[in-house]
């Protein structure tokens, strides 16, 4: 069992940059790929990012491509989203998701979620 914790989520105007956190419970946190997914009001959720397991590898949506980082502190059980030129279209809720396997497959959404964190980028 894998509990998640997303942090860091806030009002942000658009051009700001904003850093999410997600901190894990338990010991296998490295045995995990870990990804980002999104859900705007009136939308289905969507993948953002993901990292292996080992923090080697890294995939984006095209849409976040360039702005968006992902990274991972494997000492400190946390993944991390950088973002940067912000849009009011990247509004949404984000929840960051856990796979035990060593690649995230974004398809296949995630085998335990955290809560989500609002993420409100204004105009």
């Known amino acids: 069992q894998v509990q998640l914790v997303e942090s860091g989520g806030g009002l942000v105007q658009a051009g700001g940059s904003l850093r999410l956190s997600c901190t894990a419970s338990?010991?296998?946190?490295?045995?995990?790929?870990m990804g980002w997914f999104r859900q705007a009001p009136g939308k289905e959720r969507e993948f953002v990012a993901s990292?292996?397991?080992?923090?080697?590898?890294?995939t984006y949506a095209g849409s976040v491509k360039g702005l968006f980082t992902i990274s991972r502190d494997n000492t400190k059980n946390t993944v991390y989203l950088q973002m940067n030129s912000l849009k009011p279209e990247d509004t949404a809720v984000y929840y960051c998701?856990?796979?035990?396997?060593?690649?995230?497959?974004?398809?296949?959404?995630?085998?335990?979620w955290g809560q989500g964190t609002q993420v409100t980028v204004s105009s």
């Open positions: 998701g856990a796979q035990r396997r060593t690649y995230y497959i974004g398809s296949l959404g995630a085998e335990y």
């Open positions: 338990g010991r296998t946190f490295s045995s995990y790929a």
């Open positions: 990292i292996t397991s080992s923090g080697g590898a890294t």
